[in-house]
């Protein structure tokens, strides 16, 4: 099992691969200029003598953060007593079901990038955060604002505020470190700040453990063996140069030693889209995927089970246009060879919209060339990075449904609506019974299947709506009345 803050299952992670795949650089024509430091070029492999003034160095770079976010419970302690109990009021006794709000603290880790206070962390540390905190090495507390989030490849991007340039720590290579190099780890662990780790670098492009998927489609993580554990989330992986050469994120449960990062070389090509549009504009090549099973091999007429076999090709999209087919096995993608069907989520992640790439397929047996321009993803819509109330004259807020949050909450892939992200405990959606975690499937008997669609749904109700809402395994209808 891998623990990061939340465990998504492979069928959840191969369905978003299957569906659209993220740009992981800005378009080759027009790269950004970095915001960061680059370290600088040369082999930092050996062990020294010592760690202690590698420490030194990237510690003041390295912050500690505090996350606070508000839970609306649905049950207070009467309606859990009554529960218990088994307990039921009288015919026609009416109580307006209660709202509890508490806030839930969680912390994490980061690294600071520039001088003006920009910072690196992952995207579930920060998440749905209602208010975050950034400390540092010495005990100065600084409020951070999100500038940028994806949750996909789990990286964030925040900033604070700052009254002269602060230390940064460079960002170095990920893609030219060698397994067996030595490697440390400064985060907060268990709530102990700045503890240092020291390991080395086990393995590169891990997707799965015990043939679960770590995280998610975009899967390439580097592994080691220096401690990190619930805290670490977001703090840097540095070489012995103290360049940061991945983003601390996850851990296996049942494996002792077994940490993975993200490759900074994946983080540095899509900071600068969060910096500038607080989100990461995505790419759809509209197929659905599988592997290519010895079976499938044969009954395809292949000579290894090398590729990605094409399960699917959506209607009018890039995939139909270049007039693949189902049952074409991917073999290339844009000159890059395909061996496991997955590596194919992370090579489109690759090439930016609008980008014209060469497609090698073999169909009947025979490799057949084919030209496909991706198109920007149409099924989802890009958030905002900042955690404005989406619906908040009715009183709760909506996020939109994804593969992870499905499996979250025990949803199949593919699952339909809007996820509830918070309930103000005072509103009329409160006392309608509106819980958070509740999907809200229909708004005034029309199906929703984002958060703009909910928006325009409410709006055409001035001062009441009636939802259909599952919660678990059951549906039911809630009726909203705004107060007069």
């Given amino acids: 099992m891998i623990r990061t803050p939340r465990t998504r299952s492979a069928l ?40 202690a003034d590698l420490a030194e160095k990237v510690s003041p770079a390295v912050v500690n953060i505090k996350v606070e976010r508000k839970a609306a419970m649905g049950r207070g302690p009467e309606e859990l007593f009554e529960e218990f109990f088994g307990q039921q009021r009288k015919p026609g006794e009416k109580k307006p079901p209660q709202q509890h709000q508490m806030r839930v603290p969680s912390t994490g880790s980061g690294f600071v990038v520039s001088p003006d206070g920009l910072i690196v962390t992952n995207n579930h540390v920060v998440e749905n955060a209602d208010k975050v905190v950034a400390v540092f090495e010495d005990g100065t507390e600084r409020d951070a604002k999100i500038v940028g989030r994806d949750p996909k490849t789990d990286l964030a991007l925040i900033k604070v505020s700052a009254d002269k340039p602060l230390a940064t720590v460079p960002l170095g290579d990920s893609d030219h470190l060698r397994v067996g190099a030595w490697v440390m780890a400064i985060g907060n662990p268990f709530g102990l700040d700045h503890t240092v780790t020291v390991g080395i670098l086990s393995a590169k492009g891990r997707s799965k453990f015990g043939g679960e998927q770590i995280a998610g489609p975009y899967d390439d993580f580097l592994q080691t063996d220096a401690s990190i554990n619930p805290g670490n989330s977001g703090g840097p992986l540095c070489d012995m140069k103290g360049r940061v050469i991945g983003i601390n994120t996850a851990i296996a449960a049942n494996g002792q030693g077994i940490g993975f ?98 497609v090698v397929v ?18 989802e819509e890009i958030q905002p990075a900042s955690d404005e109330p989406t619906d908040s004259d009715w009183g709760f807020d909506v ?44 708004a ?40 007069s």
């Fill in 12 to 51: 959840a992670a191969f369905a978003a691969a299957f569906l659209a795949f993220a740009p992981a650089v800005a378009p080759r024509a027009e790269v950004p200029k970095p915001f960061w430091t680059e370290g600088e070029p040369g082999d930092a492999s050996g062990r020294p003598d010592s760690f």
């Fill in 261 to 358: 990062a993200i490759p900074i070389d994946m983080a540095k090509a899509l900071l600068p889209q969060l910096l500038e549009h607080g989100a990461v504009t995505r790419g759809w090549l509209g197929v659905q995927i599988q592997p290519v099973t010895p079976a499938l091999a044969k009954t395809f007429k292949l000579g290894d089970s090398k590729g990605a076999l094409v399960g699917q090709v959506f209607d009018d999209s890039p995939a139909a246009k270049a007039k693949l087919e189902r049952g074409d096995v991917i073999t290339q993608f844009d000159g890059k060879g395909i061996r496991d069907y997955d590596d194919l989520p992370r090579i489109v992640a690759s090439t930016p919209p609008g980008a014209a790439v060469d």
């Fill in 444 to 483: 005034n008997r029309h199906e929703i299947g984002s958060p703009k669609e909910l928006k325009d749904a409410l709006g055409k109700n001035g001062d009441s709506c009636v939802l259909l809402v599952q919660r678990g395994d059951g549906t039911l209808y809630l009726a909203i009345e705004k107060d």
């Fill in 362 to 379: 073999m169909r009947d047996g025979k490799e057949k060339k084919l030209k496909a321009t991706l198109e920007k993803m149409k099924e």
């Fill in 399 to 442: 996020q939109a449904m994804s593969d992870e949050i499905a499996s979250q909450l025990g949803l199949s892939a593919g699952a339909k609506g809007v996820v509830v992200s918070a309930v103000d405990p005072d509103s009329a959606a409160a006392r309608a019974g509106l819980r958070r975690g509740d999907v809200i499937l229909e």
